[in-house]
């Protein structure tokens, strides 16, 4: 059984610039959350995917947008890069009525906006 | 609005317990969790509580629920170098997001 796997691990862009991040989920889960991590932070809810709708967003602007596939893998795009978008973006799966149990993590896209 | 609160550092000598400690604020979450993160890793789930549990016990792991006071505890027993990492609480608010704390970095000292 596969993990939750992202990709890049590291991405440097610079301000103003798009980014596109990526989410396989770990087999048989359909659900996608996506997460930003700030240096010493906590993470913080972006947005939820299911059956490829949002399906829950946190307080994040428009540019914060994404993706689910029919795979159930998904991407995160980010328009128009600030500096304070530096941070480790975590995806998470889950299948529904389990994410009582808690989410898979992935390790993370570290992003660093110059 | 939900908030989580967690102390920031935690130093112990290996052997000996571990005792990490978290307040919530939402009275409606259904469920608790606490997560591990080593550097430059992804999140690792330990363990979760329904909010109708007081305890859980799983092999060196203890939870503990005050429901009343929203304050939840992680006791580690025979914290050994392999348990250094920050570990981070979590309330799942809402029907589809966790919300977490700032985590508590925890040092095992040899």
């Known amino acids: 059984e596969t993990g939750v796997t992202q990709s890049p691990t590291h991405l440097i862009k610079t301000r103003g610039q798009q980014v596109t991040l990526r989410c396989s989920s770990q087999s048989g889960h359909n659900t996608v959350s996506w997460y930003q991590q700030a240096l010493g932070q906590g993470p913080q809810f972006i947005f939820q995917?299911?059956?490829?709708?949002?399906?829950g967003r946190g307080n994040f602007p428009p540019r914060f947008s994404g993706l689910q596939f029919p795979n159930y893998s998904s991407e995160l795009n980010v328009n128009a890069l600030e500096l304070d978008d530096s941070a480790l973006y975590l995806c998470?799966?889950?299948?529904?009525?389990?994410?009582?149990?808690?989410?898979?993590f992935g390790s993370g896209t570290r992003l660093t906006v110059v | 609005g939900e908030d989580v609160e967690q102390s920031l550092f935690l130093s112990v000598r290996e052997g000996d317990s571990s005792v990490i400690n978290c307040t919530y604020t939402d009275s409606s979450s259904t469920y608790l969790y606490w997560y591990k993160q080593e550097p430059g890793a992804g999140l690792q789930l330990l363990t979760y509580?329904?909010?109708?549990?007081d305890m859980k016990q799983d092999q060196r792991l203890t939870v503990l629920l005050n429901k009343k006071d929203k304050h939840l505890s992680l006791r580690i027993a025979d914290t050994q170098t392999g348990d250094s990492a920050i570990y981070f609480c979590?309330?799942?608010?809402?029907?589809?997001?966790?919300?977490f704390g700032t985590g508590t970095r925890l040092t095992v000292i040899p």
């Open positions: 979590a309330e799942r608010a809402g029907a589809n997001n966790l919300f």
């Open positions: 998470a799966s889950s299948f529904p009525g389990q994410g009582s149990y808690g989410y898979t």
């Open positions: 509580i329904f909010s109708n549990m």
């Open positions: 995917y299911y059956r490829e709708e949002e399906n």
